[in-house]
């Protein structure tokens, strides 16, 4: 839509506020908003531990093994983090769009990035949250082990990771309603984790299966994720694939937003 | 300058036109109220002027932008439905929200002194009676000093006290030199508000006029008269009902003619009452689907 400028009597309207401080505004509140529903907070926490207790921990050539143990935790902490976005912002964006308070929001004046920016925030925040449980199994009951410098690196690196999920998630949550969202978020997160090596170390994948799992964001996390914790090399492309992939999503994210009127009409 | 520009609007949702070539003028200081049955549009046209949808054909300004571009509704005040107010955050918080998005918001514990709320402040939205959240949900739209309001049906499911007490407040931002476009069901409301009353049925406008200039366009007469005959099919009655205990009600563009007619046929009649039509009967003759305004204009 062209916007033609407004006439000279015209006082013309005083800009919005800083972004930054919208961004903290929405973070902030997005923030108390999932804080005040512990079980959604807790649930986050307890599937990555029950994963670990029941995949990593009882098979002992994994557990005993310090990098095949680190391995494994990366794997599962790098799922936890995708599917928390996948989900958080898939199905949570989608249910959010059937709420009357949306339009209202999407009124006020603020352009989409400081929401989108605050629930990229408050993702993480929350995703940081999960990757406490899992951290302290992965150093008390396996042999994974870590400087503190490479933790602190990993955290970084597995919530730059995040973030091409996170955005795919606001594309399908933005493009979908909440009832489509659930099964689509579905089909597209256990194949990426499957094909990227999160559960199974694609040590073992057959070539072609290795070959295909490197363009996938979910590999390229993975392995800087390992190359971050353990320090072996991820393969030469995992940037270029996890920035592409991010650059992809977020122009689907902003598309969507854009195409999004609030609720469908039929 | 006008505060709301709609210039020959049409906006469909699949096969339903929801509004059909819609133009619609509010100068500043105005305060309008949109009458119109469920489904007639009046909401469509409010998600326009706000920015969150965007017509299918035509232009819709506000305050000299265009309202998809956040910086123009700087100036834009509007009220969340009452459902939707988020159920787990504070009505302090709500409010420190909304107003967060404002360069010169009004204080939270002003605003909320001014609705009465200030003992819910600490309390979660969720926990409000429909009465303390509709308060809630028109002070959000004014919390952000506004030059114009969209409200949409602001006094739905309000008790008699909390109405009046919510139109004082709408009167008092009017009286400050805001701009007020109302939406309602309750003719009522729009009576005791609204200077200039647009009229929308099927997604067209069927009257933009002054009050007063809205009934006397209609021009219909309410006689009622009790009698044995049946007047209701008489020439130059364009409606009329028969009422439980014998009673006619007649509306008639010319009641001086109809009483003539009555007289001069001999039928037996008694209790003849005529006055005007209230802006209830206007606005049902209005948006009658058989009985399209030119028929009624006089």
Redesign the interface.
Known sequence: ?T?AP??P??A??????NPV??TW?HLK?QF??TV??PIAVLGNMLFPSLAMFFFVVPQSQVAQNPLAATMAVAGLSLFAVCSASLFTYGLGVAEDRQ??????V??????PAPRMIARILNGAIFALFGLVPLIVIGWLFTAASVTLLELLTGIGVILAASVPFVLLGMAVGYSLSAKAALPVVQVVLFPLAFAGGLFLPPMMFPSWLDTLSQVTPTRAGRDLLVQALTGADAYAWAWPVLLGWTAVFATLAVVAYRRD??RR?? | ?TVITVDGVTRR??D?TALDDVSLDVAPGELVGMLGPNGAGKTTLL?LI?????PDVGTVRL????P?????????G????E????P??RVG?VVD??G????DPVPSAELLEQFGLTDKTRK?TGSLSGGQKRRLAVA?SLV?RPRVVLLDEPTTGLDVTARQALWDAIRQYHAGGGTVLLTSHYLEEVQALAERVVVIDHGVVRADDSLDGILSRVGLRRVSVRTTADLTSWSGVSRGEHRGDGVQELYTPDADALVRALVTSGVEFSDLQIRGASLEEAFAEMVADDNPLEGAGR
């Open positions: 839509m916007t407004a006439a009597t015209q013309p309207p005083s800009g919005t506020l401080v919208l505004l509140f108390l908003e005040r529903i709420l009357p308070f949306d339009p209202f999407r009124s006020l004046p603020a352009g009127e609030g009409f039929r | 300058m949702f699949g339903v998600s706000s920015g969150q949808r965007r305050l000299g932008g265009d998809r571009d956040a910086a123009t509704r700087v100036g834009l509007i009220t969340p439905q459902t939707g107010l988020p787990t955050l918080e929200f909304v967060g998005h404002f360069p979660q959000l952000g």
